[in-house]
């Protein structure tokens, strides 16, 4: 079982940036991605980026290539997402996931509780 802690949500003007932070303490070796989703009200949770930790490739949605940004932290079991240039439709909660698809919310293995993002106009 691996365990995800979320923090570094808030909110934010548009235009402006933030950066979240997901942490897996029982991080194994066998660890081979870590990624964010998000989900607004009335929505259905959606994949925004995912680091590939073997191959050190990262890969994101559409709606955020460009603007958002996933790294590894130094501490292999963190991973960062940083956002820039937001938009109010960026407002969600945003959830660090692991392992399973990766890149489909109906096959993550390991979901952290989410951390909220707003984003004013």
């Known amino acids: 079982q691996v365990q995800l802690v979320e923090s570094g949500g808030g909110s934010v003007q548009a235009g402006g940036s933030l950066t979240l932070s997901c942490a897996a303490p029982?991080?194994?070796?066998?660890?081979?991605?870590m990624g964010w989703f998000r989900q607004a009200p009335g929505k259905e949770r959606e994949w925004v980026a995912t680091?590939?930790?073997?191959?050190?490739?990262?890969y994101y949605a559409n709606a955020v290539k460009g603007r958002f940004t996933i790294s590894q932290g130094a501490a292999k079991n963190t991973v960062y997402l940083q956002m820039h240039s937001l938009k109010p439709e960026d407002t969600a909660k945003y959830y660090c996931?692991?392992?399973?698809?990766?890149?489909?919310?109906?096959?993550?293995?390991?979901w952290g509780q989410g951390t909220q993002v707003t984003v004013s106009s």
């Open positions: 680091f590939f930790i073997g191959g050190g490739d990262a």
């Open positions: 996931a692991a392992d399973g698809g990766c890149t489909d919310a109906q096959l993550i293995d390991y």
């Open positions: 029982e991080y194994t070796s066998s660890t081979y991605c």
